[in-house]
């Protein structure tokens, strides 16, 4: 299942690199001596091919009354996909505090005011549990996930610690949240492979109501899915929704960025743009010989003080 290439950023070997990576491949007859190469420049040809396979898989675009279906149960569809996965899907994301340093919090004792953190789509904790982890003092965390299932994983957990961390069940496309926090009151929101999951049309409500609960200065950690990632490229005709945006075989969905929809989207919801990259990645199956181009959209944007 395509959602499963989230897992792949996730090794010993990312949680050490500079941001982005420093493999980089010089030599193509060198490519399949390591797993991964970082940094990958896409050529005119390869971008050709890309664009023209998207084409191709979404002419045939989804019933309008299987689109409505998706859209009313989505909450069902990840219920079922935490039933079937539980917490043995995707790895703890490391990674993340190399690529997001303003996750590894100043904890020296002086320093009272806890720092807060809001991650939206926060799964079963791969991310919550890390910054937990790796930040003994000065945190707290608040996490939400449309599925119930996910939440409830996240308190049943070893780890778990109601003192430092308040999960709560929360369709973030709904008019009014009913947040455990106020506005104007959280210092980082954590968007990793979520606003991809959620209908177009909706995305911007979502963001406005970032805007509204980050404290002036707050920032939005932005990674998802970039146009013409290998999972964009793999679906079949008959899957798409919309433009680049996909439902998987499971009923979950998956939107993919451009660098273009990203600053559009948060510069209309009035967030100043620190950071909007790619991050394009070469994996490779030495066993098969096989070469899989990720796509990734890395940014931050921060409300203004």
Known sequence: MDVVNEVVSDNAETAKRPQFGQRFLVDQSKVFEHNAWDNVSWDEAQESEAERIVTENSQSKVEDDLKAKYENLAAKYWDEFYDTHENKFFKDRHWLFTEFPELKTDSSPEKDENKVVLE???????????????????????????????VNLVKENADFDPSRCSPFVCDVTSESWNAPFSANSLDVVILIFTLSAIHPDKMPHVLNQIHKYLKPGGVVLFRDYGRYDMAQLRFKKGRCLNDNFYVRGDGTRVYFFSQDDIQRLFLESNFVEEANLVDRRLQVNRGKCLKMYRVWIQAKYRKQS
């Open 120 to 150: 939206i789509g926060c799964g079963v904790g791969n991310t919550v549990f890390p910054i937990l982890e790796i930040n003994k003092n000065n945190v707290f965390v608040y996490c939400c996930d449309f599925s119930d299932k996910a």
